[in-house]
């Protein structure tokens, strides 16, 4: 079957068209922030940031309280003062993982397809006894919430101290805003816990890297120059027996890694440039007879 002329300007119409960008733009665009990320892991971002391990020091990980672990901050911290855990060799970011989180269970739906919490589906298989009110639950119920997510949050205890007054950690406002208004709970006599706390909020929100932070307090006061001492309640189940633990104290907010704020996304975007930009640099090369003439490659 041939086509007249007509037909054939048709179809051509229909044709993808190849959008022409500025190759030397990208690759120079790509170079550029390639060179951004490793200058931000070299120089000093102004930030304050104090980290402490935890973890090592309770030797059964389990029901223990560690009194005086002990952070120096060496100069004044203006507020607000962010309190964060960090985790190390805990993995979120597997398809296991993110496909058991409930969202509908989460935000409030207690219909929902159970099958998705897999193994972690009853208070017996969550190793949940009591509700949020102080109610025993009943074993063989859908743990609310369930899923390995939720199995593993990270519930440790913590209190911070200097020359023996307590120094106050609220935990409003740590979250995002969005993740805020769609949490709701369903029921607190049946919850094993508060699903619109925030600390659990932040955790249900996946890490893409083994090594992450998550937000656990806010101070809103300034810290003096000294020794405080972190009081530290380990409650944590066997999800955490091959990690690390640390606590932080820093001032840059939500964002508390600046690797994954900086560092990252310059690595990854920067090199996907300069590749883009050379497949245009050869196209249209190739478009205009400058490989002949030129001798491009």
């Avoid at 805990?90 to 409930?102: A, C, G, R």
């Avoid at 709970?185 to 249900?204: A, G, H, T, V, Y």
């Avoid at 996907?272 to 490659?297: A, C, D, E, P």
């Amino acid at each position: 079957m041939q086509m007249n002329s007509e037909q054939t300007k048709q179809l051509n119409e229909w044709r993808l068209k190849y959008v022409k960008l500025n190759p030397i733009l990208l690759i120079f665009m790509g170079l550029v922030l390639i060179a951004f990320g490793i200058v931000s892991q070299t120089v000093d971002i102004d930030y304050e940031y104090i980290s402490t391990r935890y973890d090592e020091i309770c030797a059964s990980k389990n029901s223990c309280f560690v009194n005086k672990i002990n952070i120096d901050v060496p100069s004044k911290m203006e507020s607000p003062v962010f309190f964060s855990y960090e985790v190390s060799s805990f993995f979120q970011n597997t398809d296991k993982y993110f496909n058991s989180i409930p969202y509908d269970q989460l935000y409030g739906d207690s219909d929902f397809d159970t099958s998705i919490c897999d193994q972690y589906k009853t208070n017996q298989e969550m190793g949940k006894t009591l509700s949020v009110t102080g109610k025993a639950l009943a074993q063989d119920d859908i743990a609310i919430p369930c899923g390995i997510a939720a199995y593993s949050y990270m519930n440790d205890e913590f209190s911070l101290n200097k020359d023996g007054k307590q120094i106050s950690i609220t935990d409003q406002g740590i979250s995002w805003e969005s993740d805020r208004e769609k949490y709701t709970n369903i029921n607190l006599d049946k919850q094993w816990i508060d699903m619109e706390s925030e600390r659990f909020i932040n955790w249900m929100r996946p890490s893409p890297l083994s090594r992450f932070r998550k937000l656990w307090g806010r101070i809103d006061q300034d810290l003096e120059p000294g020794i405080y001492t972190v009081n530290i309640q380990i409650k944590t189940n066997d999800a955490f027996a091959e990690t690390k633990k640390y606590v932080l104290l820093h001032n840059n907010g939500q964002f508390s890694d600046p690797i994954l704020v900086i560092t990252l996304p310059c690595l990854c975007v920067g090199p996907f440039l300069i590749i883009f930009g050379i497949i245009n640099l050869i196209y249209w090369g190739k478009k205009q007879n400058l490989v002949k003439k030129y001798r491009i490659y």
